[in-house]
């Protein structure tokens, strides 16, 4: 049973970086069937792709973020990271980590973390 | 980017209910729609890929149907673990996109 665990802090100064990492079990970020990805919803909202990336390195970002953000993976650790800079408090959220198939019939955010609030504030 | 409406954007219904909630995209994208069910503190759990696929270990009473750009799921008689708030969200290009949710309550 392939599990996600996000990990971080909490608490984030307005205009720092957030940073999270998601630790998998149960399955392997170097798998050429998946995708390895970011998920946002800010308090009583809907969702936000942030962005996901491949075993290889490539990777694929929200353009409303791109600016910003950062995804790595660590195939070592079976970890995948987030990194998110100039936060500001729209940028408070649970953060999910998740995966996504790369076939055709599995093109879907199959798996998911528990989800990390993160609170940007001074 | 693809924008994902869905229509209620709440709804009451009753246990034993038939319920179909739809999902519009604005452009049309074949059949990369999926179906999520969120509980509240929890994360999303996939239901529907590929408009009408039931992912494993999914209630045989969640179907899927639609392709271009009309979608609907239906829960064909709702039980009481079913009230949640359910997502379309689409795989046909990226950015991915969610549609903004269902709210399913109890009447």
């Known amino acids: 049973q392939v599990q996600l665990q996000e990990s971080g802090p909490g608490l984030v100064q307005p205009s720092e970086t957030l940073s999270l990492t998601c630790t998998v079990s149960?399955?392997?970020?170097?798998?050429?069937?998946?995708?390895w990805s970011w998920i946002r919803q800010p308090p009583g909202k809907g969702l936000e792709w942030i962005g996901y990336?491949?075993?290889?390195?490539?990777?694929n970002y929200n353009p409303s973020l791109k600016s910003r953000v950062t995804i790595s993976v660590d195939t070592s650790k079976n970890q995948f990271s987030l990194k998110l800079s100039s936060v500001t408090a729209a940028d408070t959220a649970v953060y999910y980590c998740?995966?996504?198939?790369?076939?055709?019939?599995?093109?879907?955010?199959?798996?998911w973390g528990q989800g990390t609030l993160v609170t940007v504030s001074s | 980017d693809i924008q994902m409406t869905q229509s209620p954007s709440s709804l009451s219904a009753s246990v034993g209910d038939r319920v179909t909630i739809t999902c519009r995209a604005s452009?049309?994208?074949?059949?990369?729609l999926n179906w999520y069910q969120q509980k509240p503190g929890k994360a999303p759990k996939l239901l529907i890929y590929?408009?009408?696929s039931l992912q494993s270990g999914v209630p045989s009473r969640f179907s899927g149907s639609g392709s271009g750009t009309d979608f609907t799921l239906t829960i064909s008689s709702l039980q009481p673990e079913d009230f949640a708030t359910y997502y379309c969200?689409?795989?046909?290009?990226?950015?991915?996109?969610f549609g903004q949710g269902t709210k399913l309550e109890i009447k």
């Open positions: 998740a995966r996504y198939g790369t076939s055709r019939g599995s093109l879907a955010f199959d798996y």
């Open positions: 149960g399955g392997s970020v170097s798998s050429g069937s998946y995708y």
């Open positions: 990336i491949y075993h290889s390195g490539s990777t």
């Open positions: 452009q049309s994208m074949s059949s990369y």
């Open positions: 590929a408009a009408s």
């Open positions: 969200q689409q795989s046909f290009s990226t950015p991915h996109t």
